[in-house]
């Protein structure tokens, strides 16, 4: 298994966390199917996978957990490489074992193999499905998990609930030869991004695009093609990615989301978000849509 991430993604379905990535090494289950027996541990901390380091590649860890006390139990997601795959929820305060290294799920240039990132973004994702479907939104009350799936059911009320994915929309504007870049503030120095935003009640995607670029920007679009998908657990979004046209406006930041944005010509581009990430495949794409 290669251990660093590429340069280069064919399409949008072979970036980081997407499922493609995970096909050869995981097969995914529901934590009531978890067969006993020894296996590896996916130990999350935060926005840190614990690895174990040999020779450079990083693998996780088997055997007994690394973990003698615990406020949660592990939980079983399915089989990586052949083995029983548990998922551990690691508090923040914890001190990390010295056999383990943090691996940040959002480094530049990550140590991980694209595999593994994506184990870890299921993991990131099954977390925050857990923590936040305890209790039934209805009633209140207690849920329990529902057999051979990751929904779960209220008793009391009978309702059912099911992991939540929330719709985003991002987007590469062209102007002529240019592109429009934004940033926000609390973004690593001087690094710029494309126009993304969370899709509304009764909007299409093509229409949240529309109005996320010109809420933020004052730049009206047109045009607007769908290019591709990335799954974002951070903690659980589906970004979609689509490039449209300049249709008018001029730039003017009109809500305090951004701390910046300007039209770049391809051959004078800021830093930019890794290769990682759609935001990156669609900006590396741009030559594609510039006559």
């Not at 074992?97 to 990131?124: D, F, I, N, Y």
Request: with cysteine.
């Amino acid at each position: 298994m290669k251990m660093t991430l590429p340069d280069y993604y064919p399409t949008p379905v072979d970036l980081p966390f997407n499922r493609a990535s995970l096909d050869k090494y995981f097969l995914p289950e529901t934590p009531d199917r978890d067969p006993g027996g020894d296996g590896v541990w996916l130990p999350l901390q935060g926005m840190n996978l614990l690895t174990v380091s040999t020779e450079q590649i990083q693998t996780l860890p088997g055997g007994d957990s690394p973990f003698s006390t615990m406020t949660s139990p592990p939980l079983y997601i399915g089989q990586w490489q052949g083995q029983p795959c548990r998922l551990l929820d690691i508090p923040k305060e914890m001190e990390c074992p010295l056999q383990l290294q943090r691996q940040p799920l959002r480094a530049t240039e990550s140590k991980l193999s694209v595999a593994l990132l994506s184990l870890a973004g299921v993991g990131q994702m099954i977390l925050h499905w857990e923590q936040s479907s305890q209790y039934c939104g209805n009633c209140g009350k207690k849920l329990a998990r529902l057999p051979e799936e990751w929904g779960k059911e209220c008793l009391a009320c009978n309702n059912h609930h099911f992991p939540r994915i929330h719709p985003c929309v991002i987007g590469l504007v062209i102007k002529g030869d240019e592109i429009l870049l934004a940033r926000k503030a609390e973004w690593a120095d001087g690094r710029y991004s494309l126009v993304a935003g969370f899709v509304e009640f009764g909007e299409c995607l093509e229409e949240a695009m529309a109005r996320e670029t010109a809420e933020e920007t004052n730049i009206q679009i047109k045009n607007i093609r769908y290019l591709g998908s990335q799954s974002w657990p951070f903690p659980s979004q589906l970004m979609c990615g689509f490039v449209a046209d300049y249709a008018g406006g001029e730039i003017e930041l009109r809500d305090r989301e951004l701390a910046d944005a300007k039209w770049c010509k391809l051959n004078q581009l800021p830093t930019l978000p890794p290769r990682r990430s759609i935001a990156r495949h669609l900006i590396d794409r741009a030559e594609e849509f510039i006559s």
